[in-house]
Structure formats: C-alpha cells, structure tokens
C-alpha cells in the first residue's frame, strides 16, 4: 500500500518562496510519475506540475512556469515542489499525486494518479 505525506506549506508574502515536500512509503514504491496540483479557495483542484520518475522530466502548467520547479529524490522516495515569487493567486490546497503505470504523455490529470497526499496549504498574502 502506498501512502503519501505531503508538507511544507504555510504563509508567506507576495514574491516569497516555499518548498514543499511530498513523502512516500510502501516497500514497493516505483511510481511513473509523481505530480502536485492545487485547489484554490472555492475553485476545482487544477494541475500544477509533473515529474516522470525514471528519468526526471517535467511538464507544468503555463501559470507557475519559471517560477515552480518540480524535483524528486528516488533514494528518499520523495517529490518536491519550490516555489518561487509566489503570488496571491497561488493560495491554495496544494497536493501530491502518484501514478503507478505507465503513460503515454505526461498525466495532467487528477483521474490519472492512483494515490494522493492529504493537502498542505499555501496561502500567499498580497
């Protein structure tokens, strides 16, 4: 069974920076990919960002590009998301998400992952 811990999130002020961290357990771990999305305040969750285990490579979306940067430690079964120059629009329930099998694309949807951190929020103030 595998269960992931996400943490990291807090407040922060417009242009600051935060480093979220998303921790995995199960003996077995070996995802495809591993992704963090994000549900502002009366909003559906929306993607964010993706990261292919085996080889690292990323996908984000428009909104948070050069300023996101999504990695992960395989040794520490672990996924992290820094953000940087955050803004007030960032605020929001921030997740993690793996996805066991494999794709085709880069999964940038919620149905596509199998398993999920319980949330950690962001909120930016302006």
């Known amino acids: 069974q595998v269960q992931l811990v996400d943490s990291g999130g807090g407040l922060v002020q417009a242009g600051g920076s935060l480093r979220l961290s998303c921790a995995a357990s199960g003996r077995t771990f070996s995802p495809y990919a591993m992704g963090w999305f994000r549900q502002p305040p009366g909003k559906e969750r929306e993607f964010v960002a993706t990261?292919?285990?085996?080889?690292?490579?990323?996908y984000y979306v428009d909104s948070v590009k050069g300023r996101f940067t999504i990695s992960r430690d395989n040794a520490k079964k672990t996924v992290y998301l820094q953000m940087n120059s955050l803004k007030p629009e960032d605020t929001a329930v921030y997740y993690c998400?793996?996805?066991?099998?494999?794709?085709?694309?880069?999964?940038?949807?919620?149905?596509?992952?199998?398993?999920w951190g319980q949330g950690t929020q962001v909120t930016v103030s302006s």
């Open positions: 990261i292919r285990w085996t080889d690292g490579s990323t």
């Open positions: 998400a793996a996805r066991i099998s494999s794709s085709t694309s880069y999964p940038i949807r919620g149905h596509e992952y199998g398993y």
